[in-house]
């Protein structure tokens, strides 16, 4: 089967926080602080709702059915352009969709996003069943656990995680290469821990494991 691990990379909606929490005298940067803080304030965490994410990279890997891999990252300023082109390439290899904690963040801001932007969602994108989100496979308790944690664990190299300030001063100092290299990280790392999972669940052979893993460390 065709896999497709991917991680996103989101910034404030400044356009919906502003009119929600009316700020619309404040520029972006004054936007953005000010729904980090409402947001502290109300939950004790700066990381805003999926509602309120706006999308500025998805990372993939696609591995094939003989294990090739691919990887890229789509960036664009234009958000719908990013997500057709995400929408294009799902209908086109019918992957399992992997995430690390897809169910509970990536897809809902996917969602949100392409209904703002009245966008058609990939018949396989929307099929539930086409989705295996690791963070749900692996962890039985409601504790959190950070893809940087898990990849730590198996020993992978990995990117430490990254809240949603940092990424966002990231992104205001126009330092995208490294936000891009952050988003190939955990969307590699997402890769690589699903196939541990299917070697410990008798999915595939150890050579096979490290058939597949040798081609991540080519990429």
Not at 20 to 45: P, R, V, W
Not at 148 to 164: C, H, K, M, Q
């Amino acid at each position: 089967m065709n896999i497709l691990a991917y991680s996103i990379i989101t910034i404030p909606d400044f356009s919906t926080g502003a009119k929600l929490y009316d700020l619309q005298g404040l520029d972006n940067k004054g936007t953005a602080k000010a729904l980090f803080h409402l947001q502290a304030q109300q939950t004790g965490d700066e990381c805003l709702p999926s509602y309120l994410q706006q999308i500025v990279a998805i990372s993939i890997v696609l591995s094939d059915k003989e294990g090739n891999i691919q990887t890229t990252t789509l960036n664009d300023d234009n958000e719908a352009d990013i997500l057709n082109t995400f929408y294009d390439i799902i209908q086109q290899y019918q992957p399992t969709l992997v995430t690390w904690d897809g169910e509970y963040f990536n897809s809902e801001v996917i969602n949100y996003r392409s209904i703002k932007h009245a966008l058609q969602i990939a018949p396989h994108y929307e099929n539930r069943d086409n989705h295996f989100n690791l963070n749900e496979a692996l962890v039985a308790s409601s504790a959190k656990t950070s893809i940087y944690e898990i990849a730590t664990l198996l020993g992978l190299p990995t990117e430490e995680n990254r809240d949603s300030r940092s990424i966002w001063e990231s992104y205001l100092a126009e330092d995208f290469d490294e936000l891009y290299k952050y988003c190939e990280s955990n969307a590699m790392n997402s890769y690589q821990i699903f196939l541990r999972h299917q070697l410990t669940h008798g999915k595939i052979d150890d050579k096979t494991y490290a058939d597949l893993m040798g081609e991540c460390a080519d990429e």
